[in-house]
């Protein structure tokens, strides 16, 4: 699993500052999300093409690995990411980039509203945007409203909820077009008892599917008004054609059934 290579990689000795987030992901419980995040991300982002895809926040862990564009690179003020710069001031031309990961991104930051206004300015048109997110309609939720911001991650994130999420992405112009719900089981810390609420996956995406303590969504920059120009030389012809003369009956014509 993803835990182990993690760790391996230094996820839980990682050399100066750095995400509180990441290095609970190094922990059984962050494991748990983690694992079944990436397989969502790994799901969503296996079909987007184009040229550029860049993953803002959590550098340290690569969210877009089965994605097949060309150049991508990750984005954050920690160490470990490829360009050092805040989410809300994207070193980037706008409509430049095919692809952007946000995991946890959002709720990370004290302006998440304005960094994934940030995401929808260098995406190009039909561009895609996949966001991941503590559910607030779960015991996830329940959990941190009793557990002091003081504890640390995930607890002292800004949950974001999915309707919320969803308007955002709205207004900027963005449809969705993919999501899911995941990590039904409570929020144990020890492995043991995640282990023995594995059933609860199943059964939660049966019975209670929005409960989940996760959420991935995916969705597509739509721009509006767009319209296609045709070349010079269709736009030619046509005029001509619409200039040219209507053919009129010569009176010669007219003479001979006189």
Request: proline letters at 6%.
């Amino acid at each position: 699993m993803y835990r182990q290579s993690f760790l391996q990689n230094g996820g839980h000795k990682y050399n100066g500052a750095r995400s509180s987030l990441s290095g609970w992901f190094s922990t059984a419980q962050g494991a748990y999300v983690l694992d079944w995040e990436l397989a969502q991300f790994d799901s969503a982002v296996e079909d987007v093409f184009g040229f550029r895809a860049v993953q803002i926040g959590l550098p340290q862990v690569d969210f877009l690995r089965q994605n097949r564009i060309p150049f991508r690179f990750s984005l954050a003020l920690e160490p470990g990411a490829a360009l050092a710069a805040d989410p809300l001031q994207l070193p980037l031309a706008s409509q430049s980039v095919d692809l952007v990961a946000l995991p946890h991104t959002l709720e990370e930051h004290a302006h998440p509203h304005e960094v994934l206004r940030e995401a929808e300015r260098v995406l190009m048109p039909e561009g895609q945007v996949v966001i991941s997110g503590f559910n607030t309609a779960s015991l996830w939720r329940m959990r941190q409203m009793f557990t002091a911001r003081r504890a640390g991650a995930p607890w002292d994130l800004k949950f974001i909820g999915v309707l919320r999420l969803r308007d955002w992405l709205r207004v900027l112009g963005f449809e969705l077009n993919g999501g899911k719900f995941g990590c039904y089981a409570p929020p144990f810390r020890q492995a043991l008892w995640l282990e023995r609420f594995a059933f609860m996956e199943k059964a939660g995406a049966r019975w209670w599917p929005i409960a989940g303590g996760v959420y991935v969504v995916r969705a597509v920059k739509r721009t509006h008004g767009m319209r296609l120009i045709t070349p010079a030389w269709r736009r030619e012809r046509a005029r001509r054609r619409a200039l040219s003369p209507i053919p009129q009956k010569s009176h010669k014509h007219y003479r001979n059934h006189e």
